[in-house]
């Protein structure tokens, strides 16, 4: 027999209707969690459809269906009772375990398209309507060699803005603590003077705004909330605006505003100003024209310092052999290395478990199977030295004849694209190099990669093809 919801969905079109309720349900509990928490934890929840009494969630692995009943259950059943109107929503959930979400969920994640146009909110804005995340603070924010330089230019920012370093051009790879840093700005102004004016948003909702307002008239009061009733503007992600020419000509003028009124403008992307794609020359020159500084993988005493920080602001506890471990295996991205820990302590609150190290390994083999096939260096390493047929010791020597630094420079730029390890660990992991001769070397390669070098690409192609990547 099917629940009285389902029939009431069947009668207004089935899965359709069903689908666009669990929408609505997602767009209530979006307004209710952090962002983050909605990403990770709702966003990659399929609906399934009401069968019998129960609600069926289709969820990427088995961690979801213990945290979401822990933290988020009761609120995703009485938020679809109200969206449906109707007080007899099954209470109960099946849970089926869907692999290829996990992928999905990560895809969606990297090539979103625009949402729908939202209309802007009023103006002005209030500095607690900033938008900001509270969690992300300069307290909370571990400093490494990898982020040092973006650290210190943000905190000169945070203490002068508009002075020292302007535009603050921060870029580096995905969840390497961009966001966090320009939140941390946003604080840190406010902290000082409440009533600074601090616009912090996307570019992709910049962009969604514009749009707005050019289709509803409202260009003018658009362009006087970004232009005139902004102090700050904190702009992630701009590599969003690659392509979008029009948008790019507003945000041009915006940028030219605020800097010519000694305003301080954070812009962040994925890449350095020069590599964004499609981006107009003179934005890219403006955005070269202040401080430009990068984030890295932090390296393996940032990835423990960082676990031990979580750890503690959650209530976490966690031993120095379990924070080693986990910061040993989990290598490219903090957001990894904090959801890692989260799943570890759900794990260890369901079991009635400590967190020791048996946990910590038996938890990773079941959320990230591929670890133990994942690529590492090691291995491109190996097929480097097969492709050009050298020895793996020559390959981390010191030897600087072109026969071996040519592998090493092309090993080591594919370890950095493919793998995004840290500076400083591929200097170690090839031989107790410096740094900056990787970063030199990397350099290098992504310029002959660029200029479409032949025996470049044909090496590079070659030996990921190789690996499978
Ligand atoms: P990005 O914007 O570069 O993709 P985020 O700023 O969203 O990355 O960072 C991802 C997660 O990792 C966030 O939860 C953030 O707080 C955390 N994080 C990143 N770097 C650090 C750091 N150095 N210290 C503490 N937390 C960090
Ligand atoms: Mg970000």
């Known amino acids: 027999m099917l629940g009285t919801l389902a029939r009431k969905c069947g009668i207004f079109g089935g899965l359709v209707t069903m689908e666009r309720l ?31 009494d129960s609600v069926i969630l289709r969820i990427p692995n088995q961690f979801f269906a213990e945290w979401i009943s822990a933290h988020y259950l009761d609120m995703i059943l009485d938020t679809l009772r109200s969206e449906a109107g ?47 995340n509270p969690k992300y603070r300069f307290r909370n924010f571990v400093v490494g060699p990898a982020n040092q330089l973006a650290h210190a230019a943000s905190v000169a920012c945070g203490s002068d803005p508009g002075r020292r370093y302007n535009p603050l ?25 409440p009533r600074a004016r601090i616009l912090y948003l996307s570019a992709e909702r910049f962009t969604n705004e514009f749009i707005w307002s050019l289709q509803n008239h409202q260009i003018n009061s658009f362009r006087e909330r970004y232009r005139s009733q902004c102090d700050v503007l904190l702009m992630d992600d701009i590599q969003f605006l690659a392509g979008r020419e029009q948008t790019q000509e507003e945000f041009f003028h915006t940028f030219n505003a605020l800097y010519h009124s000694d305003k301080q403008i954070v ?19 403006r955005f070269q024209s202040g401080m430009v500084a990068d984030v890295q993988a932090p390296e393996l005493d940032t990835r423990i310092a ?111 694209q493919r793998l ?14 410096d740094h900056t001769t990787v970063i030199s070397a990397v350099r290098k390669i992504s310029g002959l990669v660029e200029a479409q070098d032949e025996r470049v690409l044909g090496a590079v192609g070659a030996i990921e093809r190789k690996l499978g990547i």
Request: glycine share 6%; net charge neutral; charged share 25%.
């Open 169 to 193: 051009f921060i870029y580096g790879g995905v969840g390497l603590g961009k966001t966090h840093l320009v939140n941390a700005i946003g604080h840190a102004i406010l902290q000082r003077n």
């Open 420 to 433: 995004g390890t840290s500076y400083p660990e591929l200097g170690e992991r090839f031989g107790g190099k």
């Open 86 to 132: 109707d007080a007899s929503v099954p209470t109960k959930v099946r849970w089926e375990l869907d692999e290829t979400l996990r992928e999905k969920a990560q895809a969606a994640r990297e090539s979103a398209p625009p949402p729908p146009p939202r209309a802007p909110r009023p103006t002005p804005r209030a500095p607690e309507m900033a938008d900001l």
């Open 306 to 416: 960082i676990l031990q920080k979580k750890a503690e602001s959650e209530g976490i506890e966690l031993e120095s052999e379990v924070a080693l471990f986990l910061a040993q295996t989990v290598r490219s991205n903090v957001r990894e290395l904090e959801g890692t820990l989260l799943r570890i302590a759900v794990k260890a609150e369901l079991l009635g478990l400590p967190i020791d190290l048996d946990l910590a390994k038996e938890t990773l083999r079941t959320i990230a199977p591929n670890q133990d096939t994942a690529t590492t260096v090691e291995d491109i390493q190996r097929i480097a030295c097969g492709y050009f047929g050298i020895r793996l010791a020559d390959l981390k020597s010191r030897r600087r004849h072109r026969a071996v630094s040519f592998p090493r420079m092309i090993a080591m730029y594919i370890c950095r």
């Open 22 to 52: 669990w929408e609505q349900a997602l767009g209530n509990l979006k307004t209710h969690l952090s962002p983050e928490n909605f990403e990770t934890w709702l966003e990659p929840v399929q609906f399934g459809g009401i069968e019998h």
């Open 267 to 285: 812009v962040t992307s994925d890449v350095y100003p020069q590599q964004i794609s499609e981006m107009q020359e003179r934005l890219i020159s």
